[in-house]
C-alpha cells in the first residue's frame, strides 16, 4: 500500500498568513492526490483534485502542486474560515485509497 | 442539489452485526461508483469499501475483508455497509462519499457513528 505521509501534523498561524503544508508519496504516484478540508464537526470537502485543479467552487487562494512523490498544498492568503484539518489522499494506485494523516491549521 | 445521507449507526457490542444504509439524491446514482469511508474519534480518515456503479467492481480495505459487506440498490438510489464481527477498533464515523473521475471523492455525506462497545 502506498502510505502518504503529511507534515507538519499541525500549525500556529495569523489571518493573513501564506500557509504551505506537505504531503509525500511513499512511491510515484503521478499527480493522483487529492486535498480536502475538514472543519471541526464537518464531513471532508475536496478542494484539489489531481494535484492542482481547483474544485468547482473552490477559492483561488487555495493551489496544489507538485508529481510524483512530492506534494504541496498551499493557502495564500489564510482566512479564519479556513481552520481546518487539511488531508491529502492517493488515487493512483488502489485499492485501498489513503490518506495522509492530516495537517491542522490553529489560531495563533 | 446533490445530498448522500447516511443512516443505521448505533451502539453495537463486540462480534455484532450492523447495517449502514447511504440514500442519494440530486444526482444519477446509477452513474457512480461508491465508497464507505470511516474516521475513527479523533483520528484521520480511512478508506473502507468501493463498489462500481453497475456493482462489477468490489474492492475492501484489509481491516474490514472478510467482515464487511458493500452493496448497493440503484432502483433505491441506496448504498450499503454490511458490518459483521465488529470490532472495537470499528468505533468510528461512517462516511459515504461518491467517486468521481479517476479517483476523487467529490460529495460526502454527514457520517453516521458507530460505537462497538460492551
Known amino acids: 500500500d502506498i502510505v502518504m505521509t503529511q507534515s507538519p501534523t499541525s500549525m500556529s498561524i495569523s489571518v493573513g498568513d501564506r500557509v504551505t503544508m506537505n504531503c509525500k508519496a511513499s512511491?510515484?504516484?503521478?499527480?493522483?492526490v487529492d486535498w480536502y478540508q475538514q472543519k471541526t464537526g464537518q464531513s471532508p470537502k475536496l478542494l484539489i483534485y489531481?494535484?492542482?485543479n481547483r474544485y468547482t467552487g473552490v477559492p483561488d487562494r487555495f493551489t496544489g502542486s507538485g508529481s510524483g512523490t512530492d506534494f504541496t498544498f498551499t493557502i495564500s492568503n489564510m482566512q479564519a474560515e479556513d481552520l481546518a484539518v487539511y488531508y491529502c489522499?492517493?488515487?493512483?494506485?488502489?485499492?485501498?485509497?489513503?490518506f495522509g494523516g492530516g495537517t491542522k491549521l490553529e489560531l495563533k | 442539489e446533490v445530498q448522500l445521507v447516511e443512516s443505521g449507526g448505533g451502539l453495537v457490542q463486540p462480534g455484532r452485526s450492523l447495517k449502514l444504509s447511504c440514500v442519494a439524491s440530486?444526482?444519477?446514482?446509477?452513474?457512480?461508483?461508491m465508497n464507505w469511508i470511516r474516521q475513527a474519534p479523533g483520528k484521520g480518515l480511512e478508506w473502507v469499501a468501493y463498489?462500481?456503479?453497475?456493482?462489477?467492481?468490489?474492492y475492501y480495505a484489509e481491516t474490514v475483508k472478510g467482515r464487511f459487506t458493500i452493496s448497493r440498490d440503484n432502483a433505491k438510489n441506496t448504498l450499503y455497509l454490511q458490518m459483521t464481527s465488529l470490532r472495537s477498533e470499528d468505533t468510528a464515523l461512517y462516511y459515504c462519499a461518491r467517486r468521481k473521475g479517476p479517483g476523487y471523492f467529490d460529495y460526502w455525506g454527514q457520517g453516521v457513528m458507530v460505537t462497538v462497545s460492551s
Open positions: 489531481k494535484a492542482s
Open positions: 463498489i462500481s456503479s453497475g456493482s462489477s467492481y468490489i
Open positions: 512511491q510515484n504516484v503521478g499527480s493522483n
Open positions: 489522499m492517493q488515487s493512483n494506485s488502489y485499492p485501498p485509497w489513503t
Open positions: 440530486g444526482f444519477t446514482f446509477s452513474n457512480y461508483g
